[in-house]
């Protein structure tokens, strides 16, 4: 009997979800696999047709995305998910150290040029209410403080940034600049507010603050009080640099203050006094 149409079952979402969190991790480490012959083996095992096995991938890759983690690349998020998906998720996730080997930042390339900048993604006012036990499990990951509290990945995210500005500006033949290009954050600490100390090719200052993932392009992001203040303060130097997709090809945007003009500000802590 054919499954069209009928509802995914718990162990049928179990055997998908295996089978693709391997080959996500196959495709972070670049080790080639055959979609097609792996999606026709799913046919088999569970009587579903290919669109439908298609559609369940597309399903996780917008579960992976919530919860700012990398997808396989090719199935485009659907966020039409049941909330089982989520558990069965949550579930594998957690067995042996899968979470944290897809979370490493893996080696970068080192860049060439300077950064080719994509448009950042179109902030949503109106986000819409979410199922109150997926948005239980997605608070358990908080993709945003995993990522504040990952000091490789963001190392690593600022080193690309000032490799990257440092090239720019040699490859434009700005010698004088690139050698006053500094990563502040190194070297003086996190008290400046930002990250990198980099050049326009007209020679202006700018303070670059940098906020690195593993997820996708709409993955959120912490900011403190002070990079905040920072950046009001100085709004015409200061830009938000955000690095995405970081383990594979790393993409970016950036953002030019104020930031509330492209990003939801949610506070999220409270200071108690006597």
């Not at 693709?20 to 088999?44: F, S, T, V």
């Not at 990003?263 to 108690?272: G, K, M």
């Amino acid at each position: 009997m054919n499954n069209r149409g009928i509802t995914w079952q718990e162990h049928e979402i179990e055997i998908i979800v295996s089978d693709y969190l391997e080959m996500l991790r196959l495709d972070l480490e670049g080790i080639k696999y055959n979609k097609a012959e792996r999606n026709r083996i799913l046919q088999r095992k569970l009587d579903r047709t290919k669109g439908s096995i298609e559609y369940k991938h597309q399903n996780i890759s917008a579960v992976m995305d919530r919860l700012g983690l990398p997808s396989i690349q090719g199935y485009k998020p659907a966020s039409n998910y049941q909330a089982k998906l989520f558990e069965i998720l949550e579930s594998q996730l957690q067995k042996g150290n899968l979470l944290e080997e897809i979370s490493r930042p893996g080696e970068f390339k080192e860049p060439q040029t300077g950064i080719q900048f994509d448009s950042p993604p179109p902030i949503n006012r109106y986000p819409k209410q979410i199922d109150s036990k997926i948005h239980h499990i997605a608070r358990k990951y908080d993709a945003a403080k995993r990522d504040a509290r990952n000091r490789e990945l963001g190392e690593a995210g600022e080193q690309y940034v000032y490799l990257a500005e440092r090239k720019k500006l040699l490859h434009e033949g700005k010698d004088k600049l690139a050698d006053r290009v500094r990563w502040v954050s190194k070297e003086d600490g996190d008290g400046a507010g930002y990250d990198i100390l980099s050049f326009t090719l007209e020679g202006e200052e700018r303070w670059l603050e940098v906020k690195t993932t593993i997820g996708s392009i709409r993955a959120g992001f912490w900011i403190t009080q002070n990079e905040l203040a920072v950046s009001n303060e100085n709004p015409d130097i200061y830009r938000l640099v955000r690095l995405f997709d970081f383990r594979r090809k790393p993409g970016a945007f950036k953002l030019k203050p104020p930031l509330r003009d492209h990003v939801n500000l949610h506070p999220t802590q409270y200071y108690a006094s006597f």
